[in-house]
């Protein structure tokens, strides 16, 4: 297996403040690699580590295979997206993508049919005359991918470039970036703390937290099996509960003193342990069938908050002040299930995740 | 009938028409009356172009005009030169936390009168000045050096005086250059002196025009610093205007003189604009 990107055990401080902190991974060549995390977890600075913007303090970064510490951004073979794209406002679009051509010192017929065709697989052959006001901004996204991607660099980086689109473009977007990089075949390393974009898009996700990866895994399995209760609750969306480890086989929960539910640990618990308790919206059963295996419990409904085939309804559980979140399927059998009814609702054992 | 916003508008637009009526355009017309007159043998004024003749047929008045015109030229680019990296390090560079204090240290020096900054300067490099005194202490000449009333001294002065009105347009041009766009041309694979001609000057060139402007018609119709610093030799247009009003009483022949300078540097600004592809209100935005 090849490597287009690898980075070991990085490190960076701002005065007193450790950004990335030992940070080490591998990006396949020709994968869409995404790193997602909060604001303020040091992914930008990673990134910019990448680029060249900035130096590590100690660790190592190589593309394919050479060590890049030391060489300044012009002379790396990895091209950046900016956040806010950073087209050159006074140069049209023909110029903007020849820019970094024109550096190369490539000759202007060459630059000319480099341009025509990199415009040409962006979706916009008639726009190089164009001026970048004159853009939309889903254009604009398609010039800024162009102008990086017209250099084939080993590895474009993105720094959430979808962030200023508004929702409907966003969505349409991160197919066509998708279709792209598959389509090109550059290996593109993506940062953003929007958790759809990675999904959708990646085939590879780290989730970042305070400086330090949490868990580097595909979308499904972050999804399926988080590593760590702030993956748990960061990837998707999760009910989440303080409880303590009441007993070790079977595992048994017991939170907010009433409810004993059986459950998955996922970290090393012992009897007497405080953990935390996950379970996911949709693994929650309305009205199960009575024979079936699973933690059973009354809920009060307080509202139904209704988006589509994504509508969720907030309930408390029976006798206590908890709230959960469960989906409501959208297919007619919970049509009358309004605020105040009680509702009997169960999740099965393997749903219920602990972490310490 | 007037509504009431307009009324509110013509209110609050009425000194500024009354001030551009009454101290620019008329005392101008009235000029521009007086530059076409001259008084004939018998001491009757008639109409005449011969104020506008002058100046071309006497060298030294349209050789004056050439000599401010070229001075004034050189002004603006050394005082670009000068400030740009001023400019450039104070919105760039500097840690924000500085920048606001270097801003003011950069205006203080305006708060005092251009005479009294112009006197500093005469204290400075006048034969019994300070530079004049240090040097002769440490032995590195052994009579004083005149430094004052030359062409060198004049256009420093010059420079000096104009520096503010370089730095600030300049500034914020500067501000409003999104450092990213100097990143995205140096991940592009820029080196720094492209990112400088191709990236930064073209995005400023707006605040580089009307700072330019501005510099270039303070300095042409500048009259204190060369007179102070210039001495004798150096003859500035405005000392003609001064000469003909003042000291030979020829106001016919001053408003025509006026007249010119006002006319030659529109031409030389549009000639400028031109050369660069600019045009006005795009520099002034």
């Not at chain 1, 099996?225 to 990837?235: C, R």
């Not at chain 1, 309930?315 to 009997?344: C, N, W, Y």
């Not at chain 2, 500085?98 to 900054?117: A, D, H, K, N, Q």
């Not at chain 2, 600030?168 to 694979?189: N, Q, T």
């Amino acid at each position: 297996m090849s490597f287009d990107l690898e980075v070991d055990n990085l490190v960076r401080d701002f005065a007193s403040f450790r950004a990335v902190d030992d940070v080490s991974f591998q990006v396949e060549k020709g994968s869409f690699f995404s790193i997602l995390g909060p604001s303020g977890c040091g992914k930008t600075t990673l990134l910019r580590m990448i680029a060249g913007f900035l130096e590590p303090d100690d660790g190592d970064i190589r593309i394919r295979g050479e060590s890049v510490l030391g060489v300044p951004p012009n002379l790396r073979p990895v091209n950046l997206i900016f956040q806010h794209l950073s087209l050159f406002p006074m140069m049209d679009v023909n110029e903007n993508i020849a820019f970094g051509l024109k550096r190369r010192k490539l000759q202007s017929a060459q630059i000319k049919h480099k341009v025509a065709s990199i415009l040409e697989r962006v979706g916009l052959p008639e726009y190089g005359e164009k001026k970048i006001s004159q853009l939309s901004g889903g254009q604009k996204q398609r010039v800024a991918i162009a102008r990086a991607l017209v250099l084939e660099p080993s590895i474009l980086l993105l720094d959430e470039p979808l962030g200023a689109l508004d929702l409907k473009l966003r969505e349409q977007m991160k197919i066509e970036l998708k279709k792209l990089q598959q389509d090109v075949g550059t290996t593109f390393v993506y940062i953003t703390h929007d958790q759809s974009e990675a999904l959708v898009m990646s085939d590879q996700v780290a989730v970042m937290n305070r400086g330090a990866f949490e868990q580097v895994d595909t979308p499904k399995g972050l999804y399926a099996h988080p590593k760590s209760g702030f993956v748990a609750d960061f990837i998707g969306e999760n009910n989440a509960y303080a409880a303590r480890v009441e007993s070790a086989d079977p595992f048994r929960v017991r939170f907010d003193q009433e409810l004993v539910f059986e459950g998955r640990a996922m970290h090393d618990l012992t009897v007497g342990d405080q953990c935390q308790l996950f379970i996911r919206p949709e693994s929650v059963v309305i009205n199960p069938a009575p024979d079936e295996q699973l933690n059973r419990f009354q809920v009060q409904v307080k509202n139904v908050l209704f988006d589509g085939a994504n509508t969720k309804l907030l309930a408390t559980i029976a006798d206590t002040g908890l709230e959960i979140m469960t989906a409501l399927p959208q297919d007619k059998r919970f049509d009358h299930v309004s605020a105040g009814d009680k509702l009997e609702v169960g999740v099965f054992q393997d749903s219920c995740i602990c972490f310490r | 009938m007037i509504n009431k916003g307009q009324l509110t508008l013509y209110i609050f637009l009425a000194p500024v028409l009354l001030w551009l009526l009454l101290l620019i355009v008329i005392p101008h017309i009235d000029l521009f009356i007086i530059s076409l007159q001259i008084e004939d043998d018998m001491g009757d004024m008639v109409w005449s172009l011969d104020n506008y003749r002058a100046f071309f047929d006497e060298q030294i008045y349209w050789l004056t005009f050439v000599r401010t015109a070229i001075y004034a030229i050189l002004t603006t680019i050394l005082t670009f030169l000068i400030t740009f990296p001023v400019a450039f390090y104070i919105t760039k560079v500097m840690s924000f936390k500085y920048s606001g204090f270097f801003t003011i240290l950069l205006l203080v020096p305006f708060w005092v009168s251009e005479m009294v900054r112009i006197y500093g300067w005469m204290i400075l490099l006048r034969e019994s000045g300070v530079f004049n005194h240090f040097l002769l202490q440490i032995g590195l000449i052994e009579v004083p050096i005149e430094m004052l009333y030359n062409d060198i001294s004049m256009v420093m002065g010059l420079v000096y005086t104009s520096m503010l009105f370089m730095v600030v347009p300049l500034m914020s041009s500067l501000e409003g250059l999104d450092d990213s766009l100097i990143e995205a041309a140096y991940d592009l694979g820029a080196s720094k002196l492209v990112i400088f001609s191709k990236i930064v000057i073209p995005y400023i060139l707006p605040g580089i025009t009307s700072g330019a402007i501005v510099v270039f018609m303070l300095t042409l119709g500048n009259y204190l610093t060369p007179n102070l610093m210039g001495g004798k030799n150096s003859l500035w247009f405005t000392e003609q205007i001064y000469n003909q009003f003042i000291a030979s009483f020829n106001w016919n022949q001053g408003a025509a003189f006026g007249f010119l300078l006002l006319v030659l540097s529109t031409l030389i600004i549009w000639l400028g604009l031109k050369l660069t592809r600019q045009n006005l209100s795009k520099a002034l935005a």
